[in-house]
């Protein structure tokens, strides 16, 4: 059997670009900035047009600042955690000291 360059070149693009396309897809949907309607819109993009709509997510994406743990924390409104009882020292404001 006779195995040339295209025999292993074009199934490794083949995946490189359908592993570029599934990145894309986890940043979409891990963005907390966008609205169900833009996620919806960039999706389509990313896999109607194979290598140049996940690029144009990608550079899009990549140029809005990613939220901080503070910020996703603040925008889920979890309540504080309970201060332990050996921490309430550090809590406590010191008054003149």
Known sequence: MYFDFLT??????ILAVLIFQILATLRVRSDFGSSPEQKSMQLKLIWLLPLVGAALVFAVLRDEPRPTRSSRATSESRPAPPIAA?????AAPRNGA
């Open 8 to 13: 292993f070149a074009a199934p490794a693009m």
């Open 86 to 90: 050996n921490d309430a020292h550090r």
